[in-house]
């Protein structure tokens, strides 16, 4: 049977796991043409990186307008994480809205491609924070 802190570390590393299927995902569809599910995939990643480091903090969401207000308060007002990463994760969320949502809307291969590269540099971060979490408990 698991403890408390070993089912938060077991949940917290489903999240990673999630986000990193996610943006790998991202990349198929997006090789493959699929500009609109690609979009998706990448604000999930998104998403789950930072729901799990929220997790860290004790923090659970069921919306996901919870989990970037959360996410802004967090980490991006307290400037644990460059402003940038908020800027990119509102846009990788309108962005997923749009593709989801709307009829006949394209994000440019291009735009797909950086975001794509940039959430992977926030999985990365966020991953990094959780360890540095962990370690000053």
């Not at 997790?55 to 307008?65: A, E, I, P």
């Not at 440019?108 to 971060?125: A, P």
Request: net charge negative; hydrophobic share 40%.
């Amino acid at each position: 049977m698991l403890s408390n802190s070993d089912n938060k570390e077991v949940i917290i590393d489903h999240w990673f796991d999630k986000a990193r299927r996610s943006i790998s995902a991202a990349e198929r569809e997006l090789n493959s043409g699929n500009l609109d599910f690609s979009a998706n995939r990448i604000y999930y990643a998104a998403f789950y990186a930072v729901t799990a480091a929220l997790m860290q903090l004790g923090q659970r969401y069921k919306k996901h307008s919870a989990v970037r207000a959360a996410f802004h308060r967090e980490f991006i007002k307290t400037e644990l994480v460059p402003k940038e990463y908020g800027f990119l994760y509102d846009t990788v969320m309108r962005d997923r809205e749009d593709a989801d949502y709307l009829s006949f809307i394209q994000i440019e291969e291009d735009v797909l491609k950086q975001e794509i590269d940039q959430v992977k540099s926030l999985i990365e971060l966020m991953e990094k924070l959780v360890q540095k979490q962990k370690l000053d408990q």
